[in-house]
C-alpha cells in the first residue's frame, strides 16, 4: 500500500485538491456561486460574440467569465467547474515547469500554487474577504433564491443578523411558513424597516431579494423598479439572467406583452433560463405568474404611498392575500401602533374563520391592559397563557419602573412583543 502511494502520489494530490475545492464551492462559498451567477450572463449567439470580441481585452475576459459563471446557476455543477478548472491550471502549471527541466517534488508542489491565487484571488471577490455586511446580505439573498426558509431561520436564530437585508429575509421566510405573526419576536427585530424597505434606501445586492419579497406579495411594480435599479448598478454595463427574468415576469403579469418578449428573446438564447422564456413566448401559462396577476394591484408604488397604505390596498383589493394580511400586522406592530393592531385583529376575525396568532393576542391583551380597567371584558379572544404571561411583564414593569429588567430577558418573556417594544422605544429615545 506504501508503494502503491508513493507511485500515485501525485494524481492523490490533484484529486484531493479538486475535491477540496468542490466541496468549499458547495458548502462555505455557495453564496458566492450565487453571487458571479447573477451578475454576468453568458448568450449562445453570434451576435454576443462579436459585441464582445470587438471591446478588446475586457470583452475577452468578460467572455470568458460569463461562460464560466453560466455554470454557477446550479451549485453542483458550479462547483464541478471550478474543481476541474483548477485541475487544469494545476496541470498546465506542472507541465511548463516539466518543460523548463523541473521534475522535483517540490516543483510538483509549487504548480499549486497558480490554481490557489485563481480560486482565492479571482473566484473568491475581494470585497467578500473584506466587507462582512457584503457576506451576510450574500448569502441570506442566495438562501431566499433558493427557497430554503428553514435555513434561513436556523441562521439569523443562530447569529443576530447584522443587517437590515438579513432581517427582512428571515422575516419572509416566517411568511413562506405561514409562522411570521407566531414566531416574528422569537427573531431579531428592528424597526418596521426589517419588513419592507423602498428601493432608494438599499444596497445594490439587496433590490435583488426585496424584489422576490414584493413580487410575491404582490407588489408588482415595485418588484420591477427593483429588479431595474439593481440591473442598472451591475459593474461594467453586465446583464443578469435573474434580474432579466423578473423583468419579464413583471411586464408578464402586468400586461405589458411587448416589453416582456423583449426580456424573452434576450432570455431565450441562453443555456438555464432559454426554456422558461421559450415556453412563455409560446404562450404557455406559467401557474405562479398566474396566480399574481390575480392578486397583483395597480396602486403599489412606495413613492407614493407609506408601506403600510400599500399593504392595507393589497389586503382590501384581495382579502385572500394571507401573505399581504400578515405583513400587514407586522408592520402595525413594529411601528407600536397598538389600536391599529387591534382594529385589524377584529376586522380579520369577523366570521370566526382566522383566529389572532401569538404576536397578536400579546399586543391586544397588554394594549387593552394598559387603557381599560381591570374588569373590562376582553375585545377578542386570547389564550389563558399567553394573557397570564403578558400581565406579569406589565406587573414586573409597573413594580420595578424598568422596562429592561433582568428578569424580563428570560422565558417567556424575552420573546414576547412587549419586549421588543421595550427594546425599539429605547433606541427611539437614543436618536437625536
Not at 502511494?5 to 475535491?19: D, E, F, M, V
Not at 427582512?168 to 411570521?180: H, I, S
Not at 405583513?327 to 376575525?349: C, G, I, Q, T
Not at 381591570?374 to 394573557?387: A, F, N, R
Amino acid at each position: 500500500m506504501k508503494i502503491r502511494i508513493q507511485r500515485h502520489w501525485k494524481p492523490l494530490l490533484s484529486g484531493l485538491s479538486a475535491l477540496a475545492v468542490f466541496l468549499a464551492c458547495l458548502f462555505p462559498f455557495r453564496a458566492v456561486l450565487h453571487l458571479h451567477e447573477q451578475q454576468h450572463l453568458f448568450r449562445w449567439t453570434g451576435y454576443y460574440l462579436r459585441e464582445q470580441l470587438a471591446a478588446g481585452m475586457a470583452g475577452w475576459w468578460e467572455l470568458v467569465v460569463s461562460f464560466v459563471t453560466q455554470f454557477f446557476y446550479y451549485g453542483w455543477l458550479g462547483a464541478a467547474v471550478m474543481a476541474l478548472l483548477v485541475v487544469a491550471c494545476q496541470a498546465v502549471t506542472w507541465w511548463l515547469l516539466r518543460l523548463c527541466r523541473l521534475r522535483r517534488w517540490w516543483a510538483y508542489v509549487l504548480s499549486f500554487v497558480p490554481a490557489g491565487v485563481l480560486f482565492c484571488e479571482v473566484f473568491i471577490p475581494r470585497q467578500w474577504k473584506d466587507d462582512s455586511l457584503l457576506r451576510e446580505a450574500a448569502e441570506y439573498d442566495y438562501l431566499v433564491r433558493a427557497q430554503r426558509w428553514d435555513a434561513i431561520l436556523w441562521k439569523s436564530y443562530g447569529q443576530t443578523p447584522e443587517t437590515t437585508n438579513a432581517v427582512w429575509c428571515a422575516n419572509y421566510a416566517l411568511a413562506k411558513k405561514g409562522m411570521l405573526l407566531q414566531r416574528m419576536f422569537d427573531f431579531y427585530q428592528q424597526s418596521p424597516d426589517g419588513l419592507l424597505l423602498d428601493a432608494g434606501r438599499m444596497e445594490p445586492l439587496s433590490l435583488h431579494s426585496m424584489s422576490d419579497i414584493m413580487m410575491d406579495l404582490g407588489l408588482v411594480n415595485n418588484a420591477e423598479r427593483m429588479a431595474f435599479d439593481a440591473m442598472v448598478q451591475l459593474p461594467d454595463n453586465h446583464k443578469s439572467g435573474r434580474l432579466c427574468k423578473r423583468l419579464a415576469e413583471a411586464n408578464l403579469v402586468n400586461g405589458s406583452h411587448d416589453v416582456a418578449r423583449k426580456y424573452l428573446h434576450f432570455l431565450e438564447s441562453t443555456l438555464f433560463y432559454g426554456r422558461w422564456a421559450r415556453e412563455r413566448l409560446r404562450g404557455k401559462p406559467d401557474e405562479r405568474l398566474e396566480e399574481l396577476k390575480r392578486l397583483r394591484t395597480t396602486s403599489d408604488t412606495l413613492l407614493s404611498y407609506s408601506i403600510g397604505h400599500a399593504l392595507e390596498r393589497l389586503v382590501a383589493d384581495h382579502p385572500d392575500n394571507l401573505m399581504a394580511r400578515d405583513y400587514l400586522l407586522a408592520y402595525e406592530m413594529l411601528r407600536l401602533d397598538h389600536e391599529r393592531v387591534l382594529n385589524l385583529a377584529r376586522r380579520f376575525s369577523r366570521g370566526g374563520h382566522w383566529q389572532a396568532p401569538k404576536s397578536v393576542q400579546e399586543c391586544v391583551a397588554g394594549y387593552w391592559m394598559l387603557t381599560h380597567h381591570e374588569g373590562d371584558s376582553l375585545p377578542m379572544p386570547i389564550e389563558k397563557s399567553i394573557y397570564d404571561n403578558t400581565l406579569q411583564f406589565m406587573q414586573i414593569v409597573s413594580q420595578t419602573g424598568d422596562m429592561h429588567h433582568p428578569s424580563l430577558d428570560r422565558p417567556p418573556h424575552n420573546h414576547s412583543y412587549w419586549n421588543y417594544q421595550a427594546r425599539a422605544k429605547a433606541l427611539l429615545s437614543r436618536k437625536p
